[in-house]
């Protein structure tokens, strides 16, 4: 999902790509309507409320693609809620299709743009936001469309308590020098790094994707930042 600054819903790109299974097509009719978020009624002040399983605090991952990073840390940690949001067909199926095959309580999701959801969410809610491997809208005259903007960092902060964390993994130099930039001119988050290897290294548990393979195959090195909510 992108966002620019000052926009409300703008979407650039495809929503679809290859065609769906018979299995995972039926999954939008059958288990989709049972995990979607509905924002058209207010948000609980309790997300945990959102579970049916019992859950003692909850993560957002905007755009998780395949959902291999989402599926990984919903298993690892089954007393925490997880809402993950993507506006991509081909990805809401496979995040579909783990959670069906796994028996998932803990994942929530949000077929849409994730500015809507975040902004839906309660102040304080939600404990850590990941944006892992985003579109890099290479281009300078599509920077705009980046995910990370100044109005979007204001929302982040918002929704996130005080400690909490906002991950951002791209294989791009330039978006992460873009998205440092963007964080060091807001009081709102600190950077955790102390040293290159904590930019240069995968944070202990990170779960790697199929896109990230392929970048570490074309040479592209990722970049793993952690800014803490002050």
């Not at 495809?14 to 995990?35: E, I, N, V």
């Not at 809507?116 to 281009?139: C, H, N, Q, T």
Request: hydrophobic share 45%.
């Amino acid at each position: 999902m992108d966002s620019t600054t000052g926009r409300k819903g703008a979407f650039f790109g495809r929503r679809k790509g290859h065609a769906l299974k018979a299995q995972q097509a039926a999954l939008f009719d059958t288990l989709l309507p049972r995990l979607a978020l509905d924002l058209e009624v207010s948000a609980p002040a309790d997300l945990a409320t959102l579970f049916s399983n019992s859950v003692t605090a909850v993560r957002l991952e905007i755009g998780f693609g395949g959902a291999e990073h989402m599926i990984a840390e919903a298993e690892r940690a089954p007393h925490t809620g997880f809402i993950g949001s993507d506006l991509f067909v081909n990805a809401m199926a496979k995040a579909l299709a783990a959670i069906d095959a796994r028996g998932l309580a803990n994942i929530r999701l949000h077929f849409g743009d994730a500015i809507f959801l975040i902004e839906w969410l309660p102040a304080g809610s939600i404990v850590r936001v990941d944006l892992i491997y985003p579109d890099p809208w290479p281009k300078r005259r599509h920077w705009k469309r980046r995910f990370v903007q100044d109005a979007t960092l204001i929302e982040i902060a918002r929704v996130l308590r005080p400690g909490g964390e906002f991950r951002f993994v791209t294989d791009w130099p330039d978006y992460a020098a873009w998205t440092l930039k963007h964080l060091a001119r807001t009081s709102d988050f600190e950077w955790t790094a102390e040293r290159a290897d904590d930019w240069r290294k995968p944070w202990p548990g990170f779960t790697g994707t199929r896109y990230e393979a392929k970048a570490k195959r074309e040479g592209r090195a990722p970049c793993y930042l952690i800014f803490r909510r002050r």
